[in-house]
């Protein structure tokens, strides 16, 4: 296992107090920096609110905004976002509650108020309160930043308990919500991490107030100095080995040969869309082993894949008599994933521990074959694909070498003391079968890199999700069907 591939997409993920240091030492009290900053996080929060709007139908036209903002930078940075989507849509308003006052504005957020009153003159109101009966489309939460300590005073928690019950479209917490870690916190649909991504948005106990996570870049980690740590999110660049420039005399062997062993008569369709998956992953070749009453079926399908029909328990699963197929062709392969639609008779299972156990290629462990005594069989690199559920039911059993890829909410990947997360994706993932796409998906770069198993699973959980939110984007989060994610990763590669 390499690391580094996955380090070079990342950046780390701070404490609190390491990101104050971070960013003493890039502005060094340098006012004309820190405004730069600022103009930089205002316009990535609101290109991402944009995008973030398209899911459920797009940004209005004549949105209503409103912002609370407090004393310091996070208060300026939710100010110049609601300046850019003034200046971008003509026929939206903004209502500004400044909650600790105007006279409490540090000079950079006063500048960043002034800044927006002018740009939109006669679309900005100043108010002290939230209008009775009001509703809006988009609410900024600017209040505290990164360097709040809990407890909320009495009055703005009475306000933050108001805005909570407020109807409001969609919720975006700059850098992260405010009053989080305490009981009075203002909730977010999505929390915009500007410039780094601080611990306690990726604390599970937070992960209510903070919902959907998105990091902005803003450079703070151009110099290599500051990315040190194994602790750290995803970051699009770790795609780069699948932006480039494919070998030009090479022919399928090059790109890697997948093996995929998997389906029942219970569950044929988790296979076959891990088939589908693997064969956009870039893979040369794509092998599946299945039960032999689905390879007609199948090969109609996908045709591009090559479709061995195994040997059938009486409830159709793969019975134990068909190993002789997979080791005629393991010596011509370079991984291998086991578990989509496995189902869990007991011959299949004792089947899938005999692979595991035996096996020398680096395998993508998934679906019903994450058993304890499978996961923990033979000493092949591994790939592991849990969720919330099958984590608990194997978590004793891993191998501490094991890189595993966490699926939830904020998918995460461990290998060791390593962590990273994943902030693409969303709701659309909540349905069956995007944990077979993913396998594919993993297995196909796997095969690609078979010495990098945790590239390949950055890569896999970054690739999925960001697919994902283009899905969701074009088409919404409701009236799709999973496959259709397929279709987007071409887009979300390029």
Known sequence: MNPDSALRGSHPIL????AGELEQRLFAGDETREWSAMGGAGRAVAGAVVEDFREIGGFPATARILVLAGKGHNGGDALLAAQV??????GAVADVVLVFGVR????????????????????V?????????????????????????????????????????????????????????????????????????????????????????????????????????????????VLGPLRGWRAPRGDKRTHGHLLIVGGSRSYPGAALMSVLAALRSGVGLVTAYVP???????????????????????????????????RERLGRATA?????????????????????ATATLPLVIDADALQPEIVKAGKAPRILTPHEGEWARIARAVPKDAVVIHKG???????????????????VLSRGGSGDLLTGVAGGLLAQSPADLHGAAARAAVWHGRAADELARANGATAVS????????SAALR
């Open 125 to 237: 109101q100043l108010r002290r309160g939230l209008p009775e009966g009001a509703g809006y489309d988009l609410l900024l939460d600017g209040v505290f930043g990164f360097q709040f300590r809990p407890p909320v005073a009495a009055p703005i928690a009475a306000l933050f308990k108001r805005a909570n019950a407020t109807p409001i479209r969609l919720r975006a917490a700059v850098d992260l919500p405010s009053g989080l870690g305490g009981p009075a916190v203002l909730r977010a649909n999505f929390t915009y991490a500007t410039g780094s991504v601080k611990s306690p948005v990726v604390d599970p106990a937070n992960a209510a107030a903070v919902a959907r996570l998105r990091y902005l870049d803003l450079g703070f980690f151009a110099d290599a100095a500051n990315r040190r740590g194994d602790r750290g999110v995803l970051t699009p660049d």
């Open 104 to 123: 409490s504005l540090r000079p950079l957020a006063a500048q960043a108020l002034r800044e927006l009153v002018h740009a939109a003159p006669g679309r």
């Open 409 to 427: 909410p904020l998918t995460r990947i461990t290998a060791g003391a390593a962590e990273y997360f994943c902030p693409h994706g969303g709701p």
């Open 336 to 356: 291998l994933a086991i578990g989509p639609g496995l189902a869990r008779e007991a011959e299949t299972l004792a089947l899938a521990r005999d692979i595991v």
């Open 85 to 90: 989507l003034l200046e971008r849509f003509p």
């Open 482 to 489: 999973v496959t259709q994610l397929l279709d987007y990763l």
């Open 292 to 326: 032999e009453s689905l390879v007609p079926a199948f090969a109609a399908r996908a045709p591009e894949a090559i479709w061995v029909g195994w040997p059938e328990t009486p409830s159709g699963g793969l019975a134990l008599e068909g190993s002789h197929l997979l």
């Open 15 to 18: 404490t609190c107090a390491a």
